[in-house]
């Protein structure tokens, strides 16, 4: 390489960059605007309370005297905290596999398969997401209750109400994703002789990975975020299997306002989701599905 | 060691263990049978599961309430559609009714427009995974958390006390004079300052679906594009966008979905002063505040009911898709 060669490399880089100068401001603009409210909360949560309503929290960042570990202290001195985090994972784990399982098989069925009624079904489905929660808390509650299954207070009880509650959702964005998917690839392999069992495990299955990411990213968030349906179907009837919302939610009402432990604890309960987040983004990338298509 | 454990360990593994037992003996069972019957019987083997599921959680319990809608507070006697009648006329609720429009409206356009405009934007730069971390990490955080932090964002005080709110002391030191955020009521500015916090925790989540559309689109498509000639806006414009325009359907449709039923900003940051109400913090005040399940159940009827056109426009792009296929 002759030092022309070199130099007109490094100018097309330079020019390069210059050209994508607006596009690094534009991303991180939005990273600084979507930033300041989440380090607001971080910073109160390292504050004593009386400091939050005297200063702002930035005057915090310039003297940095008045930080203290004491909410997060507080936080996970509860003596339930580590059982909470314990019933948190055994609630959110089952709750998202199954929907996603359940999900998926309907999904394949609305995509790529013909029956009367379908669209009519598949609106149903989806118009369901509608649904208050709180409309149906007393029909299943009774449902739960001892003259019915007599689960109520049970993981199981929450398993099935957060399958049933999550579904709507999963199955349209899986339909979606594997509605788009190109037919040419499903009938060659009903040509090769591939039930649709076949074709749903070694083709739809795996050609819709990101779209099954970015649910179970979901499903697990909404599902260890949830205080509404663990209160409902755990909370009152079985104390011990009450998740960390729940405790968090005691920790708060039980001292009258102490919302500045719900800073601390909103920092601690978000670590999970958020490695759940980073662990699947590898499933973002690029050409995952599109090496398998030959479009 | 924890009992339950195995429990869960049984469900995490045998719950799939079963539903892909179930499917392949489904299969079995379907080759026993004729030629003819088979196409016909396989889709609903493969639904039962999921429709089982949403008959017990949402349809039956949906059955209920529209009933219920018929009914007075205490569920004595069936009075006719004066639930509805009262739902259309009440002047609380036509307040709700425009700010919920407005919710739809300006929460749909903020997340959707933000969260695509994210996805593209991301998709060029190296530290994507950071900075798409950044956007999501709002979502993470509980819903009561996210009210507080922006409670704290738009505090207002009266001077000469100091502001200790972001956006007033960032108005004070421009040299502006603080304004009471999310009590301001001219031009419902205080529903639209409660989007703006929905929508910063949920721009995220239109993000990361766009995103896993816009990471599956055949590169092979782009780089012929780019080689016949096409410029970068002409390949987004041309063959990004209407590949992920399906994906684009599914998460408008779900925001909107999500601006009728959102309720926990405005109950944790105004309990539905300043006019600020909407209509699912209504149906939760008249059920679990004014005691009247008549009242909630009707207001959950009409919400079913107001999705109908989005239902019928996905109805019609999925047909379009499949024709195209």
């Known amino acids: 390489m002759t030092a022309e060669t070199v130099r007109a490399a490094s100018v097309g880089r330079w020019a390069r960059f210059g050209r994508r100068i607006p596009l690094h401001f534009v991303v991180i603009f939005l990273m600084v605007i979507w930033l300041i409210p989440t380090i607001g909360l971080l910073v109160n949560s390292f504050r004593p309370p009386e400091a939050l309503t005297e200063s702002g929290w930035w005057t915090a960042i310039f003297s940095p005297s008045q930080f203290t570990l004491n909410n997060y202290a507080h936080v996970l001195a509860q003596s339930n905290i580590s059982a909470g985090f314990v019933n948190s994972l055994f609630i959110s784990i089952p709750a998202t596999v199954i929907p996603i399982m359940v999900a998926a098989f309907a999904a394949y069925a609305f995509a790529w398969m013909k029956f009367p009624g379908r669209d009519i079904l598949f609106v149903v489905v989806v118009g369901l997401l509608v649904v208050p929660l709180q409309s149906t808390f007393i029909p299943i509650l009774t449902l739960y209750g001892p003259k019915g299954l007599n689960i109520a207070g049970s993981f199981l009880a929450v398993w099935l109400a957060h399958t049933g509650y999550g579904l709507p959702f999963a199955i349209y964005l899986l339909r979606n994703f594997m509605g788009e998917l190109p037919r040419e690839v499903f009938e060659s392999a009903a040509i090769d002789g591939a039930s649709p069992v076949t074709s749903f495990f070694r083709l739809a299955l795996p050609m819709t990975v990101p779209a099954i990411a970015a649910l179970a990213i979901f499903q697990f968030l909404f599902v260890w975020n949830d205080l509404l349906v663990a209160l409902i179907y755990i909370g009152a009837q079985n104390p011990d299997n009450a998740p960390l919302t729940i405790v968090v939610s005691n920790l708060v009402s039980s001292l009258g306002g102490g919302w500045q432990y719900l800073a601390a604890a909103a920092f601690v309960t978000m670590a999970l989701p958020l490695a759940v987040f980073l662990a699947l983004q590898r499933y973002f990338v690029r050409g995952i599905v599109g090496g398998s298509v030959k479009g | ?325």
Request: aromatic content about 10%; glycine content about 6%.
């Open chain 2, 1 to 325: 060691m924890d009992p339950r454990l195995g429990t869960a360990v049984i469900v995490v593994l045998g719950v799939p263990a079963v539903l892909i037992g179930y499917i392949w003996l489904t299969e079995r069972v379907l080759g026993l049978l004729g030629q003819r019957a088979r196409p016909r019987l396989r889709p609903w083997l493969w639904l039962a599961p999921a429709l089982a599921f949403l008959i017990v959680f949402l349809v039956y319990p949906s059955i209920g309430s529209l009933i219920r809608s018929f009914q007075n507070a205490a569920g004595t006697k069936f009075v006719g559609l004066d639930n509805y009648a009262w739902f259309f006329n009440d002047d609380a609720t036509l307040i709700a009714l425009k700010n919920s429009l407005i919710w739809l409206v300006v929460l749909t356009g903020l997340t959707v427009g933000l969260g695509l405009l994210i996805a593209v934007l991301v998709d060029r730069v190296r530290y994507e995974t950071v900075a798409k971390s950044v956007i999501f990490v709002p979502l993470a955080i509980s819903m009561v958390a996210a009210s507080v932090i922006w409670t704290f964002m738009y505090d207002y005080q009266v001077p000469p006390n100091p502001q200790v709110g972001t956006l007033n002391a960032a108005l004070g030191s421009a040299g502006i004079a603080p304004i009471a955020w999310v009590q301001i009521s001219d031009f419902s500015l205080n529903s639209i300052l409660l989007v703006i916090v929905m929508a910063w925790m949920w721009t995220g989540f239109c993000m990361v679906i766009l995103s896993a559309s816009l990471k599956g689109i055949n590169p092979e498509l782009l780089e012929a594009a780019r080689v016949d000639g096409a410029t970068e806006r002409q390949v987004f414009r041309r063959i990004t966008l209407p590949l992920m325009a399906p994906t684009i359907a599914v998460v408008m449709t779900t925001m909107v979905i999500t601006a009728l039923k959102a309720f926990d900003v405005v109950y944790v940051m105004t309990s539905g002063h300043f006019d600020t109400q909407v209509v699912a913090f209504q149906l939760i005040q008249e059920l679990y505040n004014f005691g009247n399940p008549g009242r909630a159940s009707a207001i959950g009827i009409v919400l079913l009911l107001a999705i109908v056109p989005v239902m019928a426009f996905n109805v019609r792009r999925f047909r379009a898709q499949e024709a195209i296929r």
